[in-house]
């Protein structure tokens, strides 16, 4: 059941290598789950080594990055009804996936199952676990995990027919921060978004990144997705927090003045909310503002 019923997407740019160790893993897992390898525009010959290596994975070249958008190419490209996202540095432990499998299939309003994170040889709790599995959100009866608005796009499992219902990632987002946005837009449709702190996923950093370019879109994003989707007084009430932060910090300055530059189209998109979801927001914000 498991094998047919889900795919893996792993959408990759510039990191052959590290690539190719972390599909070694994924086609050795317990089922011979369909994998989709979506290169980011690569210019180190990702696409041949991938080919040449793992000839019964797919992959689509994309002409140029899509940053996290490109996942809905891998999504749209295949018909099963889960879908399982990996980086290239990260990978899903034995088990988990056909664990997913199951309960997507016993929810049926089941939209997106996010895992553990465990983090280097060491395996360290991602921060953001710790943060979703304390999540204070409202749980609705019979809700198969922890109610989040936040996730690590490495660990999630989505319903294809959600993910694509909801649009998928934003194609102005890129990759960091760009979790958020996505699932306030499941739930607003009525689809549950789950932390499950028994689905692991390991995540091996690749040495091979910016960290400061990665900052600088996570500060961005947080504005957007605030101005996108809050209302007014939420919305704006973002901004003196950024401002603070960009006195000390060049990523968040510069992660401003790009949300600043982005206001037309952000309010060409604007469409906020409802009171619920909005009372949920208000909920993680006391809490710190955390998935």
């Not at 086609?27 to 369909?34: M, N, S, V, W």
């Not at 793992?54 to 140029?64: N, S």
């Amino acid at each position: 059941m498991a094998a047919t019923a889900l795919a893996i997407v792993v959408a990759t740019r510039n990191r052959r290598e590290t690539l190719l160790a972390t599909l070694a893993r994924l086609t050795a897992l317990e089922a011979p789950y369909p994998v989709v390898v979506i290169d980011n525009g690569s210019t180190d010959g990702t696409a041949a080594a991938v080919a040449a290596a793992f000839p019964a994975v797919a992959v689509i070249t994309l002409g140029a990055n899509r940053g996290a958008a490109a996942r809905t190419a891998g999504v749209t490209a295949v018909r099963q009804p889960f879908v399982a996202f990996a980086d290239d540095d990260s990978w899903w432990e034995e088990g988990a996936l056909a664990a997913a499998v199951d309960r997507l299939a016993a929810y049926p309003r089941l939209g997106l199952l996010a895992g553990r994170v465990l983090v280097g040889r060491e395996g360290r709790l991602d921060p953001t676990c710790a943060l979703m599995a304390h999540s204070p959100l409202p749980r609705p009866p019979g809700f198969p995990g922890v109610p989040i608005l936040g996730f690590l796009a490495c660990a999630a499992v989505v319903r294809r027919e959600a993910y694509l219902e909801a649009g998928g990632f934003h194609p102005r987002f890129g990759v960091g921060g760009e979790e958020g946005l996505l699932a306030l837009d499941l739930t607003r449709r009525g689809w549950w978004v789950a932390y499950a702190d028994d689905l692991v996923c390991h995540h091996h950093p690749s040495p091979v990144r910016d960290r400061g370019a990665r900052a600088v879109r996570e500060a961005r994003n947080r504005l957007w997705e605030a101005w996108l989707r809050r209302p007014a007084r939420p919305a704006v009430a973002v901004t003196p927090g950024a401002l603070r932060a960009a006195r000390r910090d060049p990523a968040a300055r510069r992660g401003l003045l790009e949300a600043a530059a982005g206001l037309p189209w952000v309010l060409r998109e604007r469409d906020v909310v409802p009171p619920e979801l909005e009372r949920q927001l208000r909920l993680l914000d006391a809490q710190g503002r955390t998935p």
